[in-house]
């Protein structure tokens, strides 16, 4: 069961860094990779043309590891994660949905991707 195609914006934890995503919520995604497990990530996939990065940019900090490719961002003040680059789709975007402004993700099926498992 989607929603309707909807305009969402989101923050880290200080509000330094805010965002605005258009989706319409096919699904929810958990990962296994060793970053996600540590940051209990509940993600929604969103095409780069449907992100729009409001505020923040110099604040948000970047990690990589293993091939490089994906980037994980954080606020460098709060330290909270709200999005990242994808790896496999890199231009695509895996928000954290837990950072956007009155979100109840009840009811949204909720796909658990394997990221350990990959090379
Ligand atoms: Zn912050």
Known sequence: MSRALQTWQGSCH?????FEIDSDFPELTTCDCSICRRRNALMVKVHESRFRLLAGAEQLRSYRFHTHTAVHHFC???GIYPFHRKRVTPDWYGINVHCLEGFDP???PVRATVG???P
């Not at 200080?14 to 805010?18: M, P, T």
């Open 14 to 18: 200080c509000g330094a860094v805010r």
């Open 76 to 78: 460098g003040v709060c």
């Open 116 to 118: 350990a498992g990959m």
């Open 106 to 108: 009840a009811g949204i």
